[in-house]
């Protein structure tokens, strides 16, 4: 298993431009995320899934889009890209286990992304 | 509303000595989980351990392991025989009934050969 992979790893975009970061989980978790993390901060989350179709705001929704068509894949659109929106982001994926106090995440190796 | 907190933005520990990282969290809920998550200088998020609310005794993996106190809302990660590959960033978790897991801000461990 390849768990959860990101790409791409590092990107640099110019203010306004727009790009997708993509995740896949190959673990048939149901719930999946994105989160992104200041330097020297800890992590935020930006909008979550749980499960194809079904797609719900984080803490810190603005600029960013998701959608989730299948169950491996969970795309994040950042419009108009701000010097703002630098830093670091994550997907995780978790099985979704009922009750939800006992899902652990199972993170991908990050994007870094720059905005200049 | 739930709270996480990491006191210790930073720690140093000799190698093969112990280290306690603290992790306090405040909630009304009875059901919740306590996650450990380790960053290294590369990036990736690492789980490393997992207390649930109602676990009579406290998670042990190898030389992690999680001193849960539930009175004083208190979940301290220890790590035994600190080795240098330990140097990393260190996150605490909080997941209550739900889908939206809560971090703290982190405590950065520095191990001294």
């Known amino acids: 298993n390849a768990g959860v992979t990101q790409t791409p790893k590092f990107r640099i975009l110019k203010i306004g431009q727009s790009m997708t970061l993509q995740c896949t989980q190959d673990?048939?978790?149901?719930?999946m995320y994105w989160y992104r993390q200041d330097p020297g901060m800890g992590l935020k989350l930006i909008y979550y899934?749980?499960?194809?179709?079904?797609?719900d705001k984080g803490e810190v929704p603005n600029g960013y889009n998701v959608s989730r068509s299948t169950t491996e894949d969970f795309p994040l659109r950042l419009e108009l890209a701000a010097p703002s929106q630098t830093s670091v982001y994550f997907c995780?994926?978790?099985?979704?286990?009922?009750?939800?106090?006992?899902?652990?995440?199972?993170f991908g190796p990050g994007t870094r992304l720059t905005v200049l | 509303a739930q709270k996480i907190t990491q006191t210790q933005p930073g720690m140093f520990v000799q190698e093969k000595e112990a280290v306690t990282l603290d992790c306090t969290y405040d909630?009304?809920?009875?059901?919740?989980?306590l996650f450990w998550y380790k960053q290294p200088s590369s990036g990736e998020m690492i789980f490393l351990i997992y207390?649930?609310?109602?676990?009579?005794q406290n998670a042990t993996e190898g030389r992690y392991s999680l001193n849960f106190q539930k009175a004083r809302k208190s979940a301290n990660l220890v790590i035994s025989a600190s080795q240098l590959g330990d140097s990393a960033m260190y996150f605490c978790a909080f997941l209550t009934g739900g889908f939206k897991t809560i971090f703290g801000a982190g405590t950065r461990l520095f191990v001294k050969a």
């Open positions: 995780a994926s978790s099985y979704g286990a009922s009750g939800g106090y006992t899902d652990t995440q199972y």
């Open positions: 673990m048939n978790h149901n719930y």
């Open positions: 909630t009304s809920d009875q059901s919740y989980g």
């Open positions: 207390q649930g609310s109602y676990d009579e």
């Open positions: 899934s749980v499960g194809a179709g079904i797609t």
